[in-house]
């Protein structure tokens, strides 16, 4: 039985060329609306218990100090890169609010608060080192990230005046160099946007890295067209021991279905905004363990050394389960890397338009093929394991190699239906952590991903 065909046959449809507004081939389910990004005062929420001490010594809220206070702040260029790089992925370029292209340098109970915003989602990092003094200013973020870079791997000490940041840099051995020396023009932190917190919530105690793949494998399906907000983000739900990450432009469709060792305490269903999503993974991989409150209106993703607070999109997310085919008549197995390799080099005698590459199935054998009349022709077989009826199916290239470079496994199975019925790209059971389990210790989280395509008519 095909759910797809019956339930949502308008839902999902087949093209020959993207339009304009792709989000015209999803009917709006629900009216979504995105909140738009409170500008509150700054608090730290707390970590789960085991947290709970760690984050008191710099999570917590400074009082206001004023520009002219003394601090001088000594730290390692590692450390101090790290921190920037962590939260380089909202630096705002907004020439409207040119303070959004600075980073702001705050003293937080003895460690440097760095914190970027777009006003839509906020990152704040800790460091840590000596602090001595008070004080907080605003400097413009690639100004202090470029210069960053070419400092020797020693001490570093920063010292905030008003309106100005001087650095000093020391070599490995200690000795002072005079190239290491320079004054930052900046201004009073007092005209930096305010990040606002989350007080209270669902909390959700995340395995870090594991969760950043999940989010790795569904994030190039996001939409990027805000038309249809609910899709431009990722759908996280679940319950029990599955938690489930989703996204989908409504031509195709990603789904990360990660099983964890502990139960989620309650059950999980929220849209994560796409630029809130990609800075969480990169925040998690780096990291253990993760607690992600899920609030009115608001997500806040804590880890001991950072954390990010973003608006949630509001609405509901389309009901994509119906529209995963049950069972398809042709099913082809086939190893990954070669079908790749084949779809990228089908691609380059594909039509720049639509970008078509055909993939028509035999006895035994994937043909990848591509034609243009004002460029060339090709034609590449793999050999396959085929089970079901020959069919010959079009899609769009760009989709295939995203797809596929996702999908981990050295092979794949192919779903394949009609020229109306998407095709199914899947790897199951994959382990996420590669450390071999001792006795007692607990089982290992697994992903399994799937991705769903919708041919191009013919």
């Not at 905030?160 to 900046?186: F, N, R, S, W």
């Not at 639509?354 to 028509?360: I, M, Y």
């Not at 020229?419 to 210790?441: D, I, Q, W, Y």
Request: glycine share 6%.
């Amino acid at each position: 039985m095909r759910v797809f065909d019956r339930t949502l046959s308008q839902s999902v449809k087949s093209y020959t060329s993207l339009p304009s507004n792709p989000q015209e081939v999803l009917p709006t389910l629900s009216t979504a609306r995105c909140l738009s990004f409170p500008l509150l005062p700054v608090t730290y929420p707390q970590m789960h218990k085991d947290q709970q001490q760690q984050q008191n010594v710099h999570m917590k809220e400074q009082p206001s100090t004023r520009m002219g206070d003394t601090c001088e702040f000594t730290t390692t260029q590692e450390h101090l890169a790290r921190a920037l790089r962590t939260v380089s992925g909202v630096v705002g370029r907004n020439p409207t609010l040119p303070i959004l292209g600075n980073v702001l340098l705050k003293s937080a109970r003895g460690q440097l608060q760095i914190s970027t915003t777009d006003l839509e989602v906020g990152i704040t990092a800790w460091v840590t080192g000596r602090m001595r003094g008070e004080g907080s200013v605003t400097i413009p973020f690639r100004t202090l990230s470029e210069y960053l870079q070419h400092l020797p791997l020693g001490s570093v000490t920063l010292q905030i005046k008003p309106g100005a940041l001087v650095i000093t840099a020391q070599d490995a051995e200690g000795k002072k160099t005079k190239a290491a020396h320079a004054v930052l023009q900046g201004e009073s932190a007092e005209n930096f946007p305010l990040i606002p917190s989350l007080e209270s919530g669902h909390d959700l105690v995340l395995p870090s890295r594991e969760a950043a793949r999940g989010l790795e494998k569904v994030l190039y399906a996001v939409a990027t067209d805000d038309t249809r907000p609910e899709l431009a983000g990722v759908y996280a739900h679940g319950e029990g021991n599955t938690l489930i990450f989703a996204a989908t432009d409504s031509y195709r469709l990603a789904e990360a279905r990660l099983t964890l060792p502990k139960a989620l305490p309650a059950p999980v269903s929220v849209i994560i905004p796409g630029r809130a999503a990609t800075e969480m993974r990169r925040i998690l991989e780096s990291v253990d363990e993760a607690v992600l409150r899920v609030g009115e209106g608001q997500l806040l993703l804590q880890t001991p050394s950072a954390h990010l607070v973003s608006r949630r999109v509001e609405g509901t997310y389309p009901d994509y389960t119906q529209v995963l085919p049950q069972q398809s008549p042709t099913t082809v197995d086939v190893d990954r890397a070669d079908l790749l390799r084949s779809i990228r080099a089908a691609a380059v005698f594909s039509e720049h338009t639509v970008s078509r590459v055909t993939l028509e199935v035999g006895d035994d054998q994937l043909r990848v093929t591509a034609v243009t009349p004002e460029v060339g022709e090709t034609d590449n077989a793999l050999p396959a394991d085929v089970h079901g009826e020959k069919v010959t199916i079009s899609f769009n290239a760009r989709f295939l190699r995203d797809t596929l470079s996702v999908l981990v496994g050295e092979r794949i199975r192919i779903g394949l239906g009609n020229a109306t019925t998407p095709a199914v790209f899947r790897v199951l059971t994959t382990p996420v952590s590669k450390s071999p389990k001792s006795h007692g210790e607990a089982e290992q989280p697994t992903l399994e991903t799937l991705g769903l395509i919708m041919p191009i008519r013919a």
